[in-house]
């Protein structure tokens, strides 16, 4: 059953220390979106990938926030100094170029189960 | 821009009871609709979704969706709850391919027996 997975599913940090979180899309996916979910904001898009190229990243903190694909594989979305703002459940969802209906692509998204970040 | 409006933050019904949760969208062309359900601890999975053809569009777990484009909405709807339907409902806009899907802020459904 092709799933995205994310790591790691709870993490809980001090102010200023690096975070890092992972996701493997699903194989053969190759549009990769990072979101942040809060009781506040809702889901907000931080950035999302094509082909492993970023198409978009403007939701996303810049002096604090990077999200890079390294490979098909794996994209991560790092946060460096974390502040307590930044607690959040992340959520990294993956899409297929070739659509799931005929040969339109409609954009469906495939979300893993997100990484709850607590920042104290 | 792109934009959806859920206005719905909280709704409560009773098993067996019909729903509808409404959704409007902002969008300069044909848009591509989505609602997806999300349990608590879990992450978004896809409902149903229109991109074209018949504006009434049949779902997963016996959900419905129509579009109506003069009124800018995009209605969830449901003959008969269930309990296990208890979940917050996303209803998001898109344009396809790989432009950016935006999500409304939620509507959190309530079952009581």
């Known amino acids: 059953d092709a799933r995205v997975t994310q790591t790691p599913r709870h993490k809980v940090t001090e102010m200023g220390q690096e975070v890092t979180m992972r996701c493997q899309p699903i194989l053969g996916h190759n549009t990769v979106f990072w979101y942040r979910q809060t009781m506040m904001q809702g889901l907000e898009l931080l950035a999302y990938f094509r082909n492993r190229a970023p198409l978009d990243d403007s939701g996303m903190p810049k002096d604090r926030f990077s999200a890079e694909m390294p490979d098909a594989t794996l994209a991560t979305l790092k946060i460096q100094p974390s502040e307590p703002r930044d607690s959040a459940v992340y959520f990294c969802?993956?899409?297929?170029?070739?659509?799931?209906?005929?040969?339109?692509?409609?954009?469906?998204?495939?979300f893993g189960e997100g990484s709850r970040l607590t920042v104290l | 821009a792109q934009s959806v409006t859920q206005p719905d933050i909280h709704i409560t019904v009773s098993e067996g009871a019909s729903l509808e949760l409404r959704c409007n969208y902002s969008?300069?062309?044909?848009?591509?609709l989505f609602w997806y359900v999300q349990s608590p601890g879990q992450g978004l999975q896809l409902l149903l979704k229109?991109?074209?053809?018949?504006?009434l569009v049949q779902g997963i777990k016996g959900f419905e969706a129509e579009f109506k484009r003069s009124q800018s909405s995009f209605n969830l709807r449901k003959p008969s709850v269930h309990w296990s339907d208890a979940a917050e409902y996303f209803c998001a806009v898109g344009r396809g391919g790989y432009q950016k899907v935006t999500f409304g802020t939620g509507t959190k459904l309530q079952v009581i027996p």
């Open positions: 969802a993956s899409g297929s170029g070739s659509g799931t209906s005929g040969r339109v692509n409609t954009g469906e998204l495939f």
């Open positions: 969008y300069g062309a044909t848009p591509y």
């Open positions: 229109y991109f074209s053809g018949d504006t």
